[in-house]
């Protein structure tokens, strides 16, 4: 059974940076696109990021891109989420996926393994 695990989160002053890792087990993961969402309190879930599966494309979020990169490493069979002049909106827990499709995608149904979150917490 494969499983994801976040780590990199916590508390941050407004424009900051902090640098987001999850890391895959069991399984690889690293045949497979992948992105971040992000789920702030009494909020859906959203889209926040996707990379494919050879981390030649990636898809951000309106509200995040420029601020935030989204990159790979295959050989550590790892995910890395930058973000970068973080502000008090981006609070929230962060959670990475696997996208079971062949392209790339902002929809949370074509994930199907999800890591357990980490939380960020940006003050202002």
């Known amino acids: 059974q494969g499983q994801l695990v976040e780590s990199g989160g916590g508390l941050v002053q407004a424009g900051g940076s902090l640098r987001l890792s999850c890391a895959a087990s069991?399984?690889?993961?690293?045949?497979?696109?992948m992105g971040w969402f992000r789920q702030a309190a009494v909020k859906e879930r959203e889209f926040v990021a996707a990379i494919s599966w050879n981390g030649y494309d990636t898809d951000y979020a309106g509200s995040v891109k420029g601020r935030f990169t989204i990159s790979r490493d295959t050989a550590k069979d790892t995910v890395y989420l930058q973000m970068d002049s973080l502000k008090p909106e981006d609070t929230a827990v962060y959670y990475c996926a696997r996208n079971y499709g062949t392209t790339m995608t902002r929809r949370p149904e074509q994930y199907d393994y999800w890591g357990q979150g980490t939380q960020v917490t940006v003050s202002s």
């Open positions: 069991g399984r690889t993961f690293s045949t497979y696109a």
